[in-house]
């Protein structure tokens, strides 16, 4: 939804407010001024203020960070924000390197997909057919269909190890192999078998690392080189490497911070899984990639890929999956956005793209807090615009107080799945046993925003002709109803 208004302005749709911006007349020095000073939570309380980004800097101990807004196809501003804590650079500017840590893995898709492009492998074949360095040791368990590659780039293969912690220096870096197999010099476990193939979603950054031996088993070249010569020279990306690199590490480099923003004592980890996590970047070289692969998505001009090849990465393979190949996906008012985060030691990032437009935005940060780049995101989204991101606000003519919070209560059933809304502390909170559970925060009478699940979802409760609660309806992109047990 548009509004064409220069000012701030508060409007009521179904007792929900919206806080939405007008880019109308706007320069872009005072769209970096809005956005700096329009963070807010995922629903804002009645007279809350929107608040500013260096008071959060503050607030999250966040010694750094650094933003890449896309506009209509190309970066309309970056900018750096805080301290490096390297002596050499110390303040951190759109120049300096961070470390990307997941988000490595949408560049290793869009490797992946150009080593396709060169018919040099099948999405859908046997890994262990590309596989030359070192085989895959099936689980018999689980049956004889085979994992394919694409299945270890959606995380639907069924593998083992999440992710990986890195190392405090480069001496006794491990191979692949090693890691793969779990044996010494690696700090990680073996990579194995655990769920059938194709059977369900279960991340696995090892899943990635096996991919990244395809790459360079059948390029014959090492995994870094040929995503250079085919990612990162072609378009640009100029300041981005691989961890183990160390001959391309520059000055402007950010050094990783703890929780309470304290400089950790080796500056940072290095990670010899480069396509699960070991890319150094900025927001200004992946916003170029997701550029150009929002131009390969919207008319086939992209430099890197096909038209063809940048829809296949964006496709779930299992239904009402959110997961496609390096990406995870999200709806917001029948718009497609595309998105990974980032987690290394003492680093933290998010992107988040439309696959129907040229807006998007690269946050990264050498901090542990992820909040802070959740609230820079809306900013950005409610600054430009963008559909699905207007700020929520409580409703002005409902008090959560007022609210009689124990009708919700109860078991909420659809098909074999149990969901239990609980009421503690006048505080509604709602868990799928042993999976997740999250608070509700009140949006009206009836409606509320679960809190820590994304993309956001919202949770409304139906009242038959008696007021009698007698379900729910849970949307996330799509409805889901669940029926209420009495």
Known sequence: MTIKKQLLVIFSIANTSVISYSQTNTTIDQRIEQVENSLAPLVLRKDQSLWKLKDRMHKYN??????????????????????????????????????????SKFVNAVA????????????????????????????????????TLRQLLNHTAGLSVHGFSGYWNS???????????????????????????????????????????????????????????????????????YSIELDKYPEELAFAHSERGKLLSNNYNIYPESAAAGLWTTPTDLGRLIIDFQMCLSSGNGKILAKDSATEIIEPTLEGSISALGLFREIKNETLYLQHSGANRGFRGKFIFSADNGNGV????????????????????????WNGFETLTVSTTVEPNDIDLRKYAGTYIKGNRAIEVRLKRNKL???EKGK??????????????????????????????DGKVVKCIMEQGDKTEWVKQH
Do not use: C
């Open 62 to 103: 966040t010694k750094g960070l650094s933003i890449a807004v896309i506009h209509d196809y190309i970066i309309e501003w970056a900018k750096g924000y805080g301290e490096t804590g390297n002596p050499i650079k110390p303040d951190i500017t759109e120049q300096t390197v961070f470390q990307a840590a997941s988000m």
């Open 112 to 147: 992946m997909m150009r080593l396709k492009e060169l018919n040099k492998i099948d999405l859908d074949k046997d890994i262990n057919q590309y596989l030359t360095s070192w085989k895959f040791p099936y689980n018999i368990d689980f049956g004889e269909e085979p994992i």
């Open 171 to 241: 001496e006794h870096l491990p191979s692949i192999v090693q890691i793969l197999n779990g044996i010494k010099p690696s700090n990680s476990e073996k990579v194995v078998q655990i769920l059938p193939a194709n059977s369900e979603f279960k991340y696995s950054g090892g899943g990635v690392t096996i991919s990244q031996l395809i790459i360079s088993d059948n390029s014959k070249v090492a995994y870094e080189r040929f995503v250079n010569e085919n990612v990162f020279t072609p378009l640009g990306m100029d300041q981005s490497f």
């Open 362 to 385: 690269v946050v990264m940060s050498n901090g542990t807090n992820t909040e802070i780049i959740e609230e820079i995101i809306r900013s950005v989204g409610l600054v430009y615009e």
């Open 429 to 431: 909170l709602l868990e």
């Open 436 to 465: 997740w559970k999250s608070n509700l925060t009140s949006l009206n009478g009836t409606t509320f925003v679960v809190d820590i699940v994304k993309p956001l979802a919202t949770i409304e409760f139906v009242k038959n002709s």
